[in-house]
């Protein structure tokens, strides 16, 4: 090829002074490479230029036009942080997918790294250098440098960033938005700027005083990736590029609708002091005259006030002072003398964009989460910001300096209500104010049959407690609706966290489920400890009630962590449970296990609702099979919900060994039963406690009472109606359920 077709950069090395040794290193690996052939040395400063004939690996008829001998120098720094580049001699090297942008007339440059040069540094050696720019080439040929599933590159490269919203690039913008476009951050390099939407009615000139720039949105027709082959720097650049897609004229003519605009307006003193954005909508195919495959969206920040450049588009001059409208346009001119600074658009977070980039994919839910400390504020944000849900948040609760320890929450948010500033925080996050909305009360203030509140909750698809609350969660429970309900705690010593989980099926409910975690906390060797150990209180203020735990923000973090990603894998098929936690505070590491859940029958008497767990019914029926053909019985433990009138049956004790069993007689003994029943109260946090009695009747007989039962049982009615409880008896005959003998005495 001739050398006229060529760039000669530089001067060439004086072949009598030694090379420097890391230059050598290249020269070495160039001749020992198989298809390549050093041809000259060249010097620029402190870079050498390595002029090689690459014999390139092509089929004989190729879509791309690489030749089979193509001139390429090989760009070698002195500077250490440096990596070398790979420059194209020919002047006509086509414009390919995978170069970096360079100035016009200037050779094309290679890109055959897609990493970092600090990382590049660690691994790059002379003869890898020379492998890459080969396989470059090869693929370049065959146009291959993209596979099928890759995303097409960005047209235009740059540092400068512009934080924006997608529906700011909308040609048609509505008349009611104006952008509020400022610097967020004080360096030039690189300049970062921030787009915000408010409403146009709120203009004021204060807020207008504000605007450091104005934006114009254009959009251009489907172009092949090919089409800009270096950065535009100046607006004649620009205006260069935008008669390569045939949008030169609407550049022109939007631009003077614009400027004209702004100088009729009231706040044109402000205005005409701005500088102009231009954003551009540059939609791309793979192929020439392919399908539109994606868009990619730039900014040109516009380095002229909106007056200097209505006069370079011929729209007014300054005479004499005055600023005068020209009644007929002069030509655009001087439009090189105008620069230009490339902003790389930042599309504000969305939803949608959140679950893509954290790997999920949910329907849209409504979501209610009730109670926004320690747990509740990490694991809401956690999900938030993965784009799950819309929220509605309650709390009554404030951010104080002693939360700041576990809360996900900054100090920023100090003195604030929980729940508004989870909720801001959310909102702000995807600069969307439907995202979240709060209710600053108590949640028991919200159950109220003509509040607004009560109906968003019970409409909710999700309802989520994290108010380590017994009467919230029972309260959840109660709601109306068939919300999926999860409600969530971490046990006092920090070891445990747990789970309880209500389906849409409401069978069994929350609080079945927390009255059957008391009797296994009580009974279950697995959750030994759970509520016996720790739970040591701290004071942060002079009130009995002014106390916080003690807990590490590690294990609050980390409970949270399984806490969020347990419900967003599970969220679309919920079942009923208990799921548990148990977490090894040497190693941090965490074993998962649920407990068995059971169904609860039910039964009304005089406005109690009794309900009683089938694993009861499952224990009575076992030993009365084991003390068969004698009766035998024992005391019924589980917990009471004195607002609602609800007990909930979940454990028994069997018969003391001082008791009387004979097949038609049943007298229940004391022995060691007062410390039993205290010692299952400990172990469940004080929620199991006595509730009742139960014994057995004979094979061939039925669950019914009989008259020396109905006779006990008054006795118990008496003794119950002292704190104010039913008396209840369960007695298991034949059939498979007991007969549930309960009644309320004032």
């Known amino acids: 090829m001739p050398v006229g077709e060529l760039y000669e950069l530089g001067e060439v090395w004086n072949s009598e002074t030694a090379l420097p040794n890391y230059v050598q290193e290249y020269v070495a690996a160039i001749e020992r490479y198989p298809f390549t052939q050093l041809t000259c040395v060249r010097y620029i400063k402190s870079t050498y230029l390595l002029e090689v004939i690459f014999e390139v690996e092509r089929p004989q008829h190729v879509p791309v036009p690489i030749e089979f001998e193509e001139h390429i120098a090989l760009v070698i720094h002195s500077n250490d942080n440096s990596i070398p580049e790979a420059w194209a001699l020919r002047k006509n090297f086509p414009q390919t997918l995978h170069q970096n942008l360079t100035p016009p007339n200037q050779p094309r440059s290679l890109c055959v790294f897609d990493q970092s040069r600090y990382d590049v540094i660690g691994w790059l050696t002379p003869i890898g250098f020379v492998d890459r720019v080969a396989h470059w080439l090869r693929r370049a040929a065959i146009e291959d440098l993209h596979t099928e599933n890759q995303p097409l590159e960005p047209l235009l490269l740059t540092r400068n960033l512009l934080l924006v919203s997608r529906t700011a690039f909308l040609a048609d913008q509505p008349n009611d938005v104006a952008w509020i476009v400022e610097r967020i ?13 408010i409403p146009v009615s709120t203009l004021t000139a204060q807020v207008v005083q504000k605007f450091g720039f104005v934006m114009l949105p254009l959009a251009a027709g489907v172009s092949h990736i090919r089409i800009i082959e270096y950065l535009p720097r100046t607006l004649q650049d620009l205006h260069d590029l935008f ?17 004209r605009t702004a100088k009729r307006s009231v706040f044109w003193s402000q205005l005409s002091t701005r500088k102009l954005i231009i954003l551009l909508v540059l939609p791309k195919s793979r192929t020439h ?30 005479h004499d002072g005055v600023l005068a409208e020209l009644l007929t346009w002069d030509n655009p001119h ?79 948010f100090e003195g604030q209500n929980k729940a508004e500033s989870l909720s801001n925080e959310i909102c702000l996050l995807f600069k969307d104010a439907d995202a979240s909305r709060s209710v600053k ?61 209500q389906n849409k099926t409401c069978v069994p409910r929350l609080d079945d489920l927390n009255a059957q975690f008391a009797a296994a906390a009580a009974n279950d060797l697995r959750l ?32 949270a962590a399984v806490g969020s990603n347990w419900i967003k894998q599970n969220v679309e098929h919920l079942k009923p449970g208990i799921f548990v936690w148990r977490l090894s505070l040497d190693s941090f590491a965490t074993e998962h296990f649920t407990i068995p859940v059971y169904e609860a029958i039910s039964q009304i008497s005089q406005g109690w609702n009794i309900r009683v767990s089938t694993n009861v019914i499952g224990m009575m029926r076992d030993w009365r099979e084991q003390r068969l053909p004698n009766e035998t019985g024992g005391v019924l433990l589980g917990t009471v919900d004195i607002l609602h009138r609800i007990i909930h049956i979940v454990d028994l004790l069997p018969s003391p060994s001082d008791s009387t069993e004979w097949p038609t007689t049943y007298i229940r003994g004391t022995a060691n039963l007062s410390a039993q029943i205290e010692h299952r109260h400990k172990l469940s946090g004080g929620d199991l406690r006595y509730i009742g009695e139960w014994h057995s009747h004979p094979r061939g007989s039925s669950s019914q009472p009989s008259a020396t039962d109905l006779e006990a049982h008054q006795y118990i009615l008496d003794q119950m109606a002292a704190e104010g409880l039913p008396g209840i008896v369960l007695i298991q005959g034949d059939s498979s359920s007991p007969f549930i003998l309960a009644d309320f005495k004032l």
């Open 185 to 197: 951050a004080e360096t030039e390099d690189p300049l970062i700027l921030r787009a915000t939407a």
């Open 243 to 259: 008669s390569r897609i045939e949008l030169d004229d609407e550049l022109i003519e939007a631009l003077r609708s614009l400027i």
């Open 289 to 318: 005259g392919g399908d539109q495959e994606t868009v990619e969206t730039w900014a040109y920040l516009v380095n002229h006030t909106l007056e200097d450049l209505g006069g370079k588009y011929g729209l007014f001059s300054r």
């Open 334 to 412: 001087d439009l090189e003398q105008v620069p230009l600074v490339p902003l790389k658009p930042i599309f504000h977070l969305d939803q949608e964009f959140a679950q893509s980039l954290s790997s999920i994919s949910v329907r849209d839910l409504s979501v209610t989460a009730v109670g926004a400390g320690a747990l509740g504020s990490h694991i809401i944000l956690n999900l938030a910001r993965q784009g799950f849900g819309k929220w509605l948040i309650i709390d009554d609760d404030y951010v104080l300096p002693h939360n700041l320890v576990r809360h996900a929450l900054s100090p920023f």
């Open 441 to 501: 009360r108590n949640f028991h203030e919200c159950i109220d049959t003509t509040s607004n509140e009560l109906r968003a909750i019970e409409s909710s698809d999700l309802i989520l407690d994290f108010s380590a609350s017994l009467s919230v969660s029972r309260q959840v429970a109660l709601l109306e609706g068939k919300s999926d309900r999860v409600s969530g705690f971490i046990s006092p010593n920090g070891r445990f966290f747990i789970l309880l989980v």
């Open 528 to 559: 030994e400890g759970i509520f016996t150990d720790g739970d040591t209180k701290i004071y942060y203020a002079g009130s009995c009630r002014d106390a916080s735990v003690q807990l590490s923000q590690d294990i609050v973090a980390a409970f």
